[in-house]
């Protein structure tokens, strides 16, 4: 038996409600008799055809979107196949989260589909190992951040990197602590962007290579005192020039690329980049981007990149082309 009372019109709503959710959509609707041999089946309550049409005009009166042409299906839903699959990819593709908690987290999205969503992608648990995180603690890194953010709280962590047996280590013996701003991802990894007392340029630290995370009872540095924030703070933007997460000061960059690069330059950039010139050799973009991350992407992209400015990343990026020359030799 169902733990609702029999007598209870609501939860009788309830169930023909979650029958609906759980068994139909456009492409499989229920009859009437469906439904009452579904009520018996699934909670043993015992209905009435009648009953059921009752409940389902009060069900539209609540505000439900039921259609009941050609037979009785839920039209809108909490989230639509779709919404749920790329929340599910998310996830699955997530290198932030441990392999069990990806698998569970999965398991609890799958279950706000329907049976026929469910069927679909029964599949995705079960695809080839994908790399995850080995800090169990991310979720609970999450909870404790988000909370001294909220509160205006400092936070005190381990910061870990892996040694040789493929296991975390601590970094150093003193924890760090900073203050704590916002949570960001990139490339399927959570980053914290906090500052320290010391500095008043923004660090960025990844959630899964934090242990020992607690909020601490100070309140951090007002943001207004760090110079990104000087002129107004812009998450996008500040996700556009530092595509690394590397900390440090942004330079105003510019380069010659090829035409085909349009794709990569907006994947990487969004379109806060100006095309400044074009010529038989390609175009000339500028760009504000951190100065690390701009020498990485430019070696990343190096057969189809020239950076002209400003000298010093030049002659870093030059320097590095000559040292890596030299393994080849």
Known sequence: MYPYGLQDKKA?????????EQYTDSDHPLTQMEIVDLLEKNYGVPCTRQTVKNNLMLLGEM??????????????????????????????????????Q??????????????????????????PKLIHSDNKQVLLNLDVLNDAIEQERKVRFTYNSYGKDFQLHPR?????????????????????????????????????????????????KPMDQMED???????????????YMFSGASVQVKMRVRAVNMDALIDWFGKGFRIVQEDADGRIVSVVCNEMAMKYWALQYGEYVEVLEPKSLREAICDAIDWMGSFYR
């Open 12 to 20: 009788l709503n309830m169930l023909i409600l979650e029958i609906l």
């Open 63 to 100: 505000g439900y979107e039921i259609s009941m042409e050609g037979g009785i299906c839920l039209m809108s839903r909490q989230f639509e196949n779709a919404e749920l699959r790329m929340l599910i990819d998310s996830v699955l593709f997530s290198r932030t989260l441990s392999g069990k």
């Open 102 to 127: 990806a698998k569970r987290l999965i398991e609890k999205l799958t279950g706000l589909g329907n049976k026929y969503f469910r069927a679909k992608v029964k599949h995705v648990c079960h695809l």
């Open 172 to 220: 150093r013996e003193e924890p760090y602590i900073v203050n704590p701003y916002q949570m960001v991802t990139n490339q399927g990894r959570y980053y914290l962007l906090c500052s320290y007392d010391t500095s008043n340029r923004l660090s960025h630290y990844r959630l899964d290579y934090m242990t020992k995370l607690e909020m601490l009872d100070v309140k951090v």
């Open 229 to 243: 924030f000087v002129q107004g703070y812009s998450l996008p933007k500040h996700m556009e020039e530092h595509i």
